[in-house]
């Protein structure tokens, strides 16, 4: 009962021991209380329980009593960390049972096992307690053994041996009404699905274990270790870090297990080393090798010594014999444990070697690596790869280099094609990162111009290029959006009369989550056809007039390639880490310039613009031609206004993520209805003024103040030609698909743009800073701009930076006189920007708005 029901048994049991009850049941009752201590109670407490369980079963002459109780006790003292006697106490528990007691027993000292790290002992004892438990028909201990067996294959890398001893254990779970294990069986399900490759189906499974666990009232730290793993797979290391610390903070509350402790603090030290935190990662890492070492868990050390490890070579950026000692010896412990992880062991060893010059060892270790590149989950098989990609260079053979990059990133396509949700694809994409820039750097070396173009487009923006997976009529999704919506319109309200109210914040924040989380359930659609690029296709679209700019960066310095009149050029250009200095110098000067009386400014910003374009064209900048051009520049220099530079200032100039995105939009026909909208929403005073002007001359009436709600706006949106939006933008770096457009109830969130059939065919952002992006992954961007365009919008006009709302107004008027007479989008902008009065206040605003997409 005490995993049935744990609070009902526990309090049954206290009511045995409040009636005087004789030795044998005493002894019952004070195991159900140490059991529901050991698990999600105080751990001292339960040893205390325990122990007098053990001594009133010896009292009652109750053998086999007294063998189940040391076993029970024997658990908690893996917990506590105290190994040795806990291994003493179990082995006692075996030898004092006898059929199928010590079944039950051995069930537990396998359990112990598994904990410690010694799964092929866990396999034996396991193996030899299921046909006893089975004899015996006893369901739920045959359910329970089949799960810890399951869960033991998950260790030693047996995924299909795990998943049959799954289902055969749901089988018999549910003829029981043990909740309890119920939910234990789900977490470990989810861990399954996650070591298939499965992320969406692992966090649906977890949250559902959760979900759970939250109903029984019992904690559940070890849904936060399997999610935290999944977390980091899906590239989304900060909120596992984040989870990691959670978890070890209420563990700390509760004075919970060691061994819980160890194995959570090794899993925020993967997470911060995944996160570009090494000083982090070492001192958790350090942490969890001297608990896992007082423990005796040695399967555990050495994977906590291998990122102890990786950090230090992180933190320093240097390479030493000692470094390579050690990493040799973790890999070679891996191995002989026979962990899943061994590969990773190898390939830091090899990788050391390498930047030693060792040669030899670098080959013996690499070699080793590489052989999980043609089996196992799609993770280790790019471990795999890239050994076998640094092997190669070693070798002097870039052919051999760019073909094991390509297999490598051939795998991470397909994983990322099993993810649904858009920002989990783009955040993947971390994953390939080294890959693609082993593949660059092979190309740079002995490719030409145009296999280094469609290298390029092979990981850039590539979520764009993959069609978005729509999501299923889902209620409570809708209703929680809808929530959050009401929420987040009382929070700011609050705010803005100086009444915070945290309540409501925190309201807020858990819809958030639970939003994200359903999200993030999506599971992907492989059998779905991503855009192929072509550089011959890109070539004829551009013809003799347009030429398509792409920077790229390769070992910090970027080079361009300039693609137009059949040919493909490469130019070498500055270093990236100076542009993005000077592109953030420039973003103050346009913030300032944003308000009257800054105009001494003006030559400031204009003199950053022509250093950035030096360090970015470079001599490209000779050969732009004297038509349209488009700029696809590196996730990290999103925020530079490209119209600020000299050569494109008075050019028409359009942004794309990527070639192949342009391609895209340029291909997207637009909609027969020849619809438009216009939407004002709530707070502005001059901002927006344009849009009733702007629905007079189209003929047709603006959705402004109760009007201008999300639901009925998002009903005008799909499908239109053209929308036109003022509204005040937030934009949310630490969650992107949370930026918004203020409506009148509520915020517009980029998730609500997910919904819509089709997304207008153009869209332009009037306000301020609605263009901001969060670079993620390899080379992805994600924001309210980066939704649209996948979903099938071709051209969008927004602002990268604060704009002065009156000069605002009068660009966004000249905008659609130029549309009006069928201008695209980028000439139209262009041509409204050389309207505009010579002040600083109006070049500053004009240089902010920039065209994306081909239309």
């Known amino acids: 009962m005490v995993f049935a029901n744990p609070n009902a048994a526990l309090a049954k049991a206290q009511t045995v021991l409040a009636s005087d009850a004789p030795p044998l049941h005493a002894s019952v009752a004070h195991q159900v209380i140490g059991t529901w201590h050991r698990d999600w109670g105080d751990l001292k407490l339960a040893l205390r329980h325990l122990r007098q369980a053990s001594r009133l079963a010896a009292q009652a002459r109750a053998s086999e009593r007294e063998s189940d109780t040391l076993a029970a006790l024997g658990v908690a003292l893996v917990h506590a960390g105290r190994t040795e006697e806990a291994l003493e106490t179990l082995e006692q528990a075996v030898s004092l049972g006898t059929g199928h007691t010590r079944a039950r027993v051995l069930y537990r000292r396998a359990y112990a096992g598994w904990v410690l790290g010694r799964h092929r002992a866990a396999l034996q004892d396991i193996r030899r307690a299921i046909p006893v438990l089975r004899q015996a028909d006893d369901v739920i201990w045959t359910a329970r053994a089949l799960t810890l067996r399951a869960t033991i294959h998950l260790a030693l890398g047996a995924v299909d041996r795990a998943d049959a001893d799954f289902a055969a254990a749901e089988r018999l779970w549910d003829s029981t009404g043990q909740d309890h294990d119920k939910a234990d069986l789900v977490e470990s399900r989810g861990l399954a699905a996650f070591r298939s490759g499965d992320v969406p189906l692992a966090l649906r499974l977890l949250d559902d274990a959760q ?152 080959e013996r270790y690499l070699a080793t690596a590489a052989r999980s590149r043609h089996s196992g989950p799609p993770l280790a098989r790019m471990t795999g790869w890239t050994a076998q990609a640094l092997r190669a260079r070693a070798a002097g053979s870039n052919r051999g280099a760019l073909a094991a990059c390509r297999r490598g990133l051939q795998v991470l396509d397909d994983y990322r094609m099993t993810l649904g949700a858009s920002e989990l694809r783009a955040r993947a994409t971390r994953r390939g990162s080294e890959l693609a820039a082993l593949g660059q750097q092979a190309l740079l070396a002995s490719g030409g111009p145009r296999r280094l173009l469609a290298w390029s487009e092979r990981s850039r923006a590539t979520t764009l290029s993959t069609p978005p997976t729509r999501p299923p009529a889902d209620p409570v999704l809708q209703s929680s959006l809808t929530a959050f919506r009401e929420i987040a319109a009382r929070a700011e309200q609050a705010r803005s009369d100086g009444r915070p109210i945290p309540a409501l914040e925190r309201d807020q924040r858990l819809l958030e989550r639970d939003i994200r989380s359903r999200t993030l359930h999506l599971r992907g659609e492989p059998g779905l056809d991503t855009f192929q690029f072509d550089p011959a296709q890109l070539l004829h679209e551009l013809g003799d007039d347009t030429r398509l700019l792409e920077l790229i960066v390769v070992d910090g310095r970027v080079h361009v390639l300039v693609c137009g009149r059949g040919r493909v050029r490469r130019f070498e250009a500055g270093l990236l880490a100076d542009a993005e200095t000077e592109a953030e110098q420039v973003q103050a000067g346009l913030r300032r310039l944003a308000h009257p009386g800054a105009d001494a400014r003006l030559p400031l910003v204009e003199a950053a613009g022509r250093r950035l374009e030096e360090i970015l064209l470079g001599p490209a900048s000779a050969h732009l031609g004297a038509g349209p051009l488009v700029v696809v520049p590196p996730a990290r220099l999103h925020r530079v206004p490209w119209a600020l530079l000299p050569s494109l200032r008075e050019r028409v100039l359009s942004v794309s993520p990527s070639a192949s995105s342009w391609l895209r939009a340029r291909a997207t026909e637009p909609p027969p209805n020849g619809r438009h909208v216009f939407v004002r929403g709530p ?173």
Not at 212 to 221: E, H
Not at 761 to 785: K, T
Not at 797 to 826: I, R, Y
Request: proline letters at 5%.
């Open 211 to 362: 979900e759970r666990y939250d109903r029984l009232g019992t904690p559940s730290f070890t849904v936060s270790l399997r999610r935290c793993e999944v977390l980091m797979a899906a590239g989304l290391a900060p909120e596992a870090l984040a989870e990691a610390d959670a978890a070890l903070n209420a563990l700390e509350r509760i004075g919970g297990y060691p061994t819980l402790k160890a194995e959570l603090l090794l899993m925020a030290a993967r997470a911060a080393l995944q996160a570009d935190d090494p000083p982090t990662a070492h001192a958790r890492a350090a942490a969890a090798v001297r608990l896992f070492a007082g423990q005796r868990r040695d399967w555990w050390e050495a994977h906590a010594r291998l990122v102890q490890i990786e950090a230090r070579a992180a933190a320093s950026g240097r390479w030493s014999g000692r470094l390579f000692a050690d990493a040799a010896a973790v890999a070679g412990r891996l191995a002989a444990l026979g962990a899943p992880a061994a590969p990773e062991g190898s390939l830091l060893a090899g990788r050391i070697a390498l930047a030693l010059g060792w040669t030899a060892d670098a």
């Open 683 to 855: 707070g502005l005073s001059i901002s927006g003024t344009e849009v009733p002007e702007l629905a007079d001359r189209y003929g047709t009436t603006a959705l402004e103040n109760d009007d201008a709600r999300v639901p009925r706006v998002l009903e005008e949106l799909d499908g239109a030609t053209l929308a036109h939006i003022a509204a005040r933008g937030t934009f949310r770096a630490d969650s992107p698909l949370f930026s918004s457009l203020r409506m009148a109830d509520g915020p517009l969130i980029a998730h609500d743009f997910d919904r819509l059939d089709h997304s207008p065919y153009r869209i332009i952002l009037s306000s301020s800073d609605a263009a901001r992006f969060a670079p993620v992954g390899a080379d992805e961007l994600l924001g309210l701009v980066t939704v649209l365009l996948p979903l099938g919008t071709a051209g969008i006009v927004a602002s990268s930076a604060p704009v002065n709302d009156n000069a605002a107004v009068q660009l966004m008027l000249a905008l659609h006189k130029g549309l009006a007479t069928g201008l695209p989008l980028a000439q139209a902008l262009r041509d409204a920007r050389l309207t505009l009065p010579q002040d600083a206040t109006h070049q500053a605003t004009g240089w902010a708005f920039t065209a994306f997409g081909a239309t």
